[in-house]
């Protein structure tokens, strides 16, 4: 059991960070800024395209749009953190803010990972139910389906803050990561913490796999579904699941990483981290928009639109 009464309260952590290196910190920076001043417009350009376009109507585009603005949120949960702490000498985020931070990080990581879900059910029907996806797929169950998809990731954040907010911190303060996070927490509680491990591999690891291992069978199904379509057709949904493969793999395959192995340490994690919370999520949406002709056509017009208005 954990003993709440002879502990020192934490009220801050330190954070290591990626490097402890001036100089390594510096290049860090700029990459990680020249990166979002590229890919994060990119983003919002996915959802004002859609959203200006009456074409991009389908549940497909609305899908999109609404990862493109999930992965903007989940990315600006701990880069904005980790690149101001490029130019502190210590590094410190308090006990609140940790807190928020590990919340939202998992509550807009499951969300994710729930409307990718959604997203194959929609392949699913468009492919193998063609004359009843107007009914199975309409605005109304959309709208839905997405905010089952935010309820599902508000639920799954809210009791991961709850099972970590119950850790006895003795201190030390130190994480050695750029964010705080489940793993980097229990290492510091000075209480036997087997019971909340558990139950944060089952609340994590287990629903990552469990959500991957359904995505990775649900396009396999499709994949050998579109064997019997005419080569056009065939084409052109390939390409879709194509892409929509890429992202899973993309998003889940560090999760199960860092999440899957329950009770161990992992090594390079912080590597995996900054690709996990960092890297891929915006560059999500542009798997997406790089493979499909529609959307990339309509964004051009929009861009060109500017052009010419701006240079009146």
């Known amino acids: ?27 860090l920076f700029l990459f990680f800024l020249l990166f979002y001043m590229i890919i994060l417009p990119g983003n919002i350009l996915i959802i004002l395209t859609i959203r200006g376009d009456s ?3 389908s549940p497909m585009y609305f899908f999109l749009a609404n990862l493109a603005f999930l992965d903007i949120c989940y990315s600006s949960v701990t880069p904005p953190k980790m690149l101001a702490d490029f130019f502190s000498h210590h590094k410190t985020i ?3 803010a940790c807190m928020a931070q590990l919340f939202f990080l998992h509550f807009l990581g499951a969300a994710e990972a729930f409307l990718l879900m959604v997203m194959a059910y929609d392949r699913y029907v468009a492919i193998c139910k063609p004359l009843h996806y107007n009914r199975l797929v309409n605005r109304g169950i959309c709208c839905v389906l997405v905010g089952a998809t935010w309820g599902g990731g508000f639920i799954h954040g809210i009791i991961l803050l709850g099972l970590s907010m119950h850790l006895p911190l003795c201190g030390p303060n130190i994480l050695d990561n750029f964010f705080c996070d489940v793993h980097q927490l229990v290492k510091l509680a000075c209480a036997n913490t087997y019971i909340v491990e558990l139950l944060m591999f089952l609340n994590n690891g287990v629903v990552i796999i469990m959500c991957f291992t359904l995505l990775l069978i649900s396009y396999t199904v499709l994949l050998m579904k579109l064997w019997t379509q005419s080569s056009k057709a065939k084409n052109k949904v390939a390409s879709t699941c194509v892409s929509h493969i890429i992202v899973v793999f993309v998003m889940c395959g560090p999760a199960i990483y860092i999440y899957g192995l329950p009770f161990q340490a992992v090594p390079k994690e912080k590597v995996v981290a900054v690709f996990h919370t960092v890297i891929f999520p915006l560059t999500n949406p542009m798997i997406y928009t790089l493979r499909n002709k529609e959307i990339k056509d309509s ?3 929009l861009v060109s639109k500017y052009i010419f208005y701006c240079g009146k």
């Open 1 to 27: 059991e954990m003993d709440h009464e002879n502990y020192t309260v934490v009220t801050e952590f330190v954070l290591l960070g990626l490097s402890q290196n001036h100089e390594v910190q510096m290049i």
């Open 55 to 57: 074409q991009l109507g």
């Open 94 to 96: 308090s006990y609140s």
């Open 299 to 301: 964004m051009w017009k």
